[in-house]
């Protein structure tokens, strides 16, 4: 039963160009989503994150966006640069814990 | 993530043995969590503690597996009889509090590899 899914395992993109992320989850009644970002033999550092009652939010360059009528969000990256390269996992906060994707691997080609 | 501190990094254990994971949290976090990644999958929800009660343990499997957070001292992830199944990396996360928008911050990591 998975409830958050990230269906691209990878995604390479050129440097300078958007990345972009994208997550789906099936319980509408998150309240609270975010994005970690992953390097390899490390923890999960936090990215970003948006409340239900937003439908963007933005930090230099990165923006998250949240489509609560089709249980979507997406994490858009511009412009991509070198270090960016990373796993990107999104996860949805519940009543208890956090719930995360499988992760999208981005690699950003120089 | 530096301030949450797991130990070991890296731990080897023959099938059968024992297997002791640590964490202790940030500074002033009194909220536990921690988190299996398999080799190629995601991270996995594990169990959720507060100092000295476990708040959610349905990610724990049924047997073999214990965690606890005690007044004093580290929270243990505790793994009997391993088995190669259990090979992982196992995160543990720390927050001040529960309740939307609070971000957790991970620690690095311990890799278990049973042989």
């Known amino acids: 039963d998975q409830q958050v899914k990230q269906n691209s395992p990878s995604l390479s993109v050129q440097e300078g160009r958007i990345s972009i992320l994208n997550c789906d989850y099936t319980?509408?009644?998150?309240?609270?989503f975010l994005w970690y970002k992953k390097y390899p033999a490390e923890g999960p550092t936090f990215l970003i994150s948006?409340?239900?009652?937003?439908d963007k939010n933005e930090d230099g360059r990165f923006t998250v966006f949240l489509n609560k009528s089709a249980k979507h969000l997406s994490l858009h990256i511009v412009p991509s640069q070198p270090g960016d390269s990373a796993v990107y996992f999104c996860?949805?906060?519940?009543?208890?814990?956090?719930?995360f994707g499988q992760g999208t691997r981005l690699t950003i080609n120089p | 993530n530096a301030g949450v501190m797991q130990n070991p990094r890296h731990l080897v254990r023959r099938r059968g043995q024992e297997a002791r994971l640590r964490c202790s949290p940030m500074?002033?976090?009194?909220?536990v969590y921690w988190y299996r990644q398999l080799p190629e999958e995601g991270l996995k929800f594990m169990v959720y503690?507060?100092?000295?009660?476990?708040?959610?343990e349905s990610g724990m499997p049924k047997e073999r597996f214990s965690a606890e957070f005690p007044k004093e001292g580290p929270s243990i992830l505790r793994i009997q009889q391993v088995v190669r199944g259990d090979s992982a990396a196992y995160f543990c996360?720390?927050?001040?509090?529960?309740?939307?928008?609070?971000?957790?911050?991970f620690g690095q990591g311990t890799r278990l590899t049973v042989v």
């Open positions: 996360a720390s927050s001040p509090h529960r309740g939307a928008g609070v971000e957790a911050f």
């Open positions: 319980n509408s009644m998150f309240d609270y």
């Open positions: 948006i409340s239900s009652i937003k």
């Open positions: 996860a949805v906060q519940g009543a208890q814990k956090l719930v």
């Open positions: 500074k002033g976090h009194s909220h």
């Open positions: 503690l507060q100092k000295e009660n476990i708040i959610d």
